[in-house]
């Protein structure tokens, strides 16, 4: 379990059943009220960014992230098709907006990187 001072930039960690990555942290406290931390955290599923406060009393389970490299194929009508490095045949496509501003990095034969949690990519 993660509490909410532990709650750093680059965490992974799950809120609502989903996973979120803690973009910037800002522990706050106020003159006679509980401490706060103020955070910025992105929803990896989504790539919504929030703007969340936590209590002292929340904890947070840590999110299982596996990372997997995968060679980038082609795009085309707004999707993005990659495959395993080890497995040509083995592809998966992924739509423009899963995908987000990187896109305009993309190359044909570029490596990257992936997540995946909970067997969602």
Known sequence: MISYNELKPGVVFILDGEPYEVLEFNFMRMQQRKPVAQTKIKNLISG?????????????????????????LYAHRGKFVFCDLQN????????????????????VN????????????
Do not use: C, W
């Not at 040509?88 to 190359?107: N, Q």
């Not at 570029?110 to 990519?121: D, Q, V």
């Open 110 to 121: 570029f490596e990257a990187e992936i997540m995946s949690f909970e067997g969602k990519l």
């Open 48 to 72: 919504k960014v929030l703007s969340r406060s936590f209590q002292h009393t929340e904890n947070f389970k840590e999110a299982e992230i596996e990372y997997k490299k995968v060679k980038f």
């Open 88 to 107: 040509p045949a083995a592809r998966f496509e992924f739509t423009a907006e899963a995908v987000g501003d990187e896109a305009k990095f993309l190359k």
